[in-house]
């Protein structure tokens, strides 16, 4: 035990006297280096490359990695790419990119030459054009398909509003574990389409039939499903999970 709190206070110190001159210590990869990193790296220090799971949120240092008692073991992030908040709607992402833009069709689309889609893989969790894994490192990833649906065939789906934002909770049906997913809408040429009213969710995994598609989640007041959409090119939201 002391070796460990040892350790935890040498890292702390080596954490906090970087933060100035570089960002080494960015845990997140978001750019900064602040009280969540700080708190991420307490984690790895005291549960190794595992950090804690959590029923619900315990508090504002997002992202946490919240257990909902799924059968693969998969736990989901408490927050969107892009945001540290739960009803944050973060970045919007087309499919296999890591950068938001301002406009989302084909043009623009990284991955669209000649007329015709490139493929990036049949399944892009984990690789370099995953953006959780990208923005947030260690075993941040996409969800893939079957995790979307294992998600949709484990909870309960209930339309509700956090901090005055419009979104969807997916509450576990064995243990009570829950997350919120703010109702974001997606990007379509420079429009911001149904925010409030749905959430738009990537996956990682792409259409078996087409290389134009990729499978996503999506729920509205109405209820939860998982779909593919009709064009990788779209800005849609991402959710991670864990693949630990």
Not at 41 to 51: A, M, R
Not at 150 to 175: A, I, Q, R
Not at 184 to 200: E, I, N, P, T
């Amino acid at each position: 035990m002391k070796k460990t709190l040892f350790t935890l206070a040498f890292a702390l110190v080596a954490f906090t006297g970087n933060a100035q001159s570089n960002l080494k210590g960015d845990m997140n990869d978001d750019g900064e280096k602040n009280i969540t990193d700080v708190m991420l790296l307490v984690d790895e220090i005291l549960n190794g490359s595992k950090p804690q799971a959590y029923l619900t949120c315990p508090d504002d240092h997002h992202p946490h990695l919240i257990d909902l008692g799924l059968p693969s073991g998969t736990k989901w992030a408490c927050c969107n790419v892009g945001t540290t908040t739960p009803e944050g709607y973060g970045g919007y992402y087309a499919w296999g990119e890591t950068e938001t833009k301002s406009y989302y069709d084909y043009s623009t689309y990284q991955y669209y030459k000649n007329d015709s889609y490139q493929s990036i893989g049949d399944d892009i969790a984990g690789t370099q054009y995953d953006v959780a894994h990208v923005k947030w490192g260690g075993p941040w990833v996409m969800p893939s398909k079957e995790q979307n649906k294992e998600l949709v065939e484990n909870c309960t789906f209930k339309s509700t509003t956090v901090n005055g934002v419009n979104g969807g909770k997916y509450t576990s049906m064995s243990n009570g574990g829950s997350i919120f997913l703010p109702a974001a809408g997606y990007r379509r040429d420079s429009d911001l389409v149904g925010a409030g009213s749905y959430g738009s969710y990537w996956s990682s995994t792409q259409s078996p039939s087409t290389a134009h598609d990729a499978y996503y989640l999506f729920f509205s007041s109405g209820g939860a499903g998982w779909y593919y959409t009709y064009g990788r090119y779209l800005g849609q939201s991402v959710r991670p999970v864990s693949r630990n």
